[in-house]
């Protein structure tokens, strides 16, 4: 994708050589499959992302041998970081509040009440049965 950032920064940053004219990032950790680097627009100290290599908008886009490495770097990022509170966030899709259309996952550490990231979370009432009938219709579908 020529056009997408995060795909650009990885050109920028490749292991053995420098593209040219492609993004430079704070790079944390490269690997084949796995890019973090710092935020340039962070919420917090030590807000990173990790993002597969592989390009897919959403997180349903990228083959699941893609995946395998980011938590287990994003975890490594916030014990680097000296987080004692953080979030891993993931957003898919504009009305999720995704911006660019690749997918990258937030390591942000949350040092107090006004820094990092700040979370409405409007509970719905629960219908136990229509939750049971859910629960029945995702199970088939898996």
Known sequence: MSACIFCKIIKGNQLT?????E??????????????????NPLSKGHALVIPKFHGAKLTDIPDDQLNEILPVAKKLATASGAVDFNILQNNGRIAHQVVDHVHFHMIPKPDEK????????????????????????????
Do not use: H, Y
């Open 17 to 21: 050589r420098r593209i040219i004219g």
């Open 23 to 40: 993004i430079p990032c704070f790079k944390l950790f490269e690997s084949d499959k796995t890019l973090a680097f710092l935020d340039i």
């Open 115 to 142: 820094q990092g990231l700040g979370v409405g979370w409007p509970q719905q009432a629960t219908d136990m049965e229509a939750l049971k009938a859910l629960s029945e219709e995702l199970k088939s579908k898996m």
